[in-house]
């Protein structure tokens, strides 16, 4: 046998190694749930990958078995050139081979499948299939021969796990800036929506939702109860926050029910206040939704790092970052958002970044210090924009239409593709 004929043969064995280690671990890291994703985004793979799925134990059989064969065959032939050379010299067979198998046909494509296990799971589909259907008595009796023995060694069957992790639901939840998905029918989208609130919940802090200081209706402590029911009417409000002197010192709330039980008007409303949960802008909504649940409190006032008011959270606030905009008879509708055309909407400024992004597909940042669209404008520009002044973030240019001395009021959103209108979402 020639040198070249030698490293011909060697370079095969390891190539074959290589694609089947790589196909090794696209095969365990590609869980179900990714699969199935990546068979709906192929289309005309996705009964290959459907395939893999439903075969996926007797094609790491195959995997491990074509691999040892390599690595054998390898070994064997490198053994023999090295005897013909000299009987001493076939013990270096193992010294030159390891090396050479394990970066090139181990380390490297593991590594690098690793790196994309959908991907190769996809590209190694089809030869994988083909070499399962070549080689279907062999791997039906290596399967048989498993099961058996694992019965002789009372080692009970493999259960498949029935948990899926967030990643596995949010793909189960995709869709791509189109508005193609979600990738599987048997999520409605009402359903959808829902459950991708309910994963921004957790992650959602009381800066994002509370409503500012600037936008409250409260009342002082030194005001009566009958000029109490007069705000109450004038504003709609059923709940209104006390304060002592300034709005940033919120020391209670007053319900409107208390103050129609209560006997004499001309008493201050100190006298019917309930107390308030203070929490700061960091804390998770889950949590203070726990702990108004366990406190029994509709409303509950955010403190900056001073101690000061920075905001308030109605329950009705927590429940709408799940369920969406709930509104009843009494509350007076404003659209946050009026849609131009077909690749531009007009926005006012506090109109929350989070749900422009689910409503319009937009893919537009949200900061830790900003949650709103006239947030988002301050801290790109460094300043109160003034009208006409715009920047671009992706394929989104916002130019401001309307500021005054202390705020952005209003932008024009416009996309370099046409809009995507979520239909299923309030305004």
Not at 223 to 243: Q, Y
Request: negative net charge.
């Amino acid at each position: 046998m020639a040198l070249a004929e030698l490293a011909i043969i060697v370079a095969a064995c390891v190539i074959v190694q290589a694609f089947f280690a790589a196909s090794e671990i696209a095969l365990v890291a590609a869980d179900d749930a990714k699969l199935r994703a990546a068979g709906e985004r192929e289309g005309k793979r996705a009964s290959m990958l459907e395939s893999l799925l439903l075969k996926r134990d007797r094609l790491l059989a195959l995997v491990l078995t074509t691999n040892n064969l390599a690595t054998v065959i390898a070994a064997a032939v490198l053994t023999t050139f090295l005897h013909r050379i000299g009987p001493h010299y076939s013990y270096l067979a193992p010294f030159i081979l390891a090396p050479i198998t394990l970066l090139l046909g181990e380390s490297i494509p593991k590594l690098l499948a690793l790196r994309g296990p959908l991907a190769f799971a996809a590209f190694a589909a089809r030869p994988l299939l083909l070499m399962a259907a070549a080689l279907a008595p062999l791997l039906k009796f290596e399967t048989m021969l498993s099961r058996w023995l694992r019965k002789l060694a009372g080692v009970s069957p493999e259960i498949g796990s029935v948990f899926l992790t967030r990643e596995d639901l949010a793909l189960l939840l995709w869709r791509d800036a189109d508005g193609h998905g979600p990738v599987t029918d048997a999520i409605l989208p009402a359903e959808q929506q829902m459950i991708s609130r309910i994963f921004r919940f957790t992650h959602s802090e009381a800066r994002k939702v509370m409503v500012p200081q600037v936008q409250i209706e409260a009342v002082p402590d030194d005001i009566t109860l009958a000029a109490t029911i007069e705000v109450a009417r004038r504003e709609g409000f059923s709940r209104l926050p006390v304060f002592h002197k300034r709005i940033f010192d919120i020391i209670g709330v007053v319900h409107v029910f208390d103050l129609l039980e209560a006997p004499d008007l001309t008493r201050p409303v100190t006298e019917v206040m309930r107390p308030v949960s203070y929490f700061s802008e960091s804390t998770p909504l889950d949590e203070i939704l726990l702990a108004m649940q366990r406190t029994g409190e509709n409303l509950a006032v955010v403190v900056d790092e001073y101690g000061g008011a920075s905001g308030i959270l109605t329950v009705e606030d927590l429940l709408e970052e799940i369920v969406g905009e709930i509104e009843d008879e009494y509350d007076a509708r404003e659209e946050l958002t009026t849609v131009l055309n077909a690749r531009s909407l007009a926005v006012l400024a506090r109109a929350p970044i989070a749900e422009l992004n689910d409503r319009f597909g937009l893919n537009l940042p949200e900061g830790e210090e900003y949650a709103t669209i006239g947030g988002l404008v301050v801290e790109r520009l460094g300043h109160i924009a003034k009208p006409g002044e715009q920047f671009k973030v992706g394929d989104v240019t916002i130019t401001v239409t309307r500021s005054d001395a202390r705020a952005v009021r209003e932008v024009i959103i416009g996309l370099d593709r046409p809009l995507r209108v979520d239909r299923t979402r309030h305004r």
